[in-house]
């Protein structure tokens, strides 16, 4: 439950990420400073689709041009205002020259992690500890079982003493009598 209730927050927080705080590039064409292992996520303003957006997002050096811009138009990303073209990662610290032909926008994805991804990555520890917890209780509840039906396979019966009446017990050393066996009766009669 509280993995639950972690993850919601994280993904309402997530939600209500403003891209435009977040930029750290916005434009056509351009500079952006990056940082190594650093992740980026780069949108196209909402009055166009991700079809018709261009975007470039290289370096150049004196032999030849790395491209590092991925082509994305996954919806799923899309933020108020604007649209998701893709993402690009960074290996060095420095900057990398932009190129689009509509106005596009950059954020550094370290944005969603402080906007709530955190939780969401609280949250799986959590989640793990349930599961964990779970198995732990039907492995117990299994185990119990067998012991229980294990102890009645062995052919242990309980039978409690019930009191009976002072008539029923008459009756009974009667029907004993009679049906004792013959060395009884003989000793009977001496």
């Not at 993904?11 to 064409?29: D, H, W």
């Not at 185990?143 to 009756?171: C, M, R, W, Y």
Request: glycine share 8%.
């Amino acid at each position: 439950m509280v993995s639950i209730v972690i993850f919601a927050v994280g993904t309402f927080q997530i939600a209500e990420i403003n891209v435009e705080e977040e930029a750290i590039y916005k434009g056509r064409n351009g500079v952006v400073s990056v940082e190594e292992y650093g992740t980026y996520s780069v949108f196209v303003v909402s009055d166009y689709t991700c079809e018709e957006a261009e975007v470039s997002i290289y370096e150049e050096d004196e032999e030849y041009v790395w491209e590092y811009f991925f082509k994305d138009c996954d919806d799923t990303f899309d933020e108020d205002g604007w649209i998701y073209v893709g993402h690009f990662s960074s290996d060095f610290d420095g900057s990398l020259s932009v190129e689009a032909n509509r106005q596009i926008l950059i954020i550094d994805d370290m944005a969603y992690f402080e906007e709530g991804g955190g939780a969401i990555l609280l949250s799986l520890p959590f989640c793990c500890l349930g599961i964990i917890g779970l198995i732990i209780a039907a492995t117990v509840l299994v185990t119990a079982k067998e012991q229980v039906e294990g102890t009645l396979n062995h052919g242990i019966v309980f039978i409690e003493p019930t009191s009976s009446s002072p008539e029923i017990e008459g009756d009974e050393q009667d029907g004993a009598e009679e049906s004792s066996e013959w060395w009884d009766k003989d000793s009977n009669k001496e």
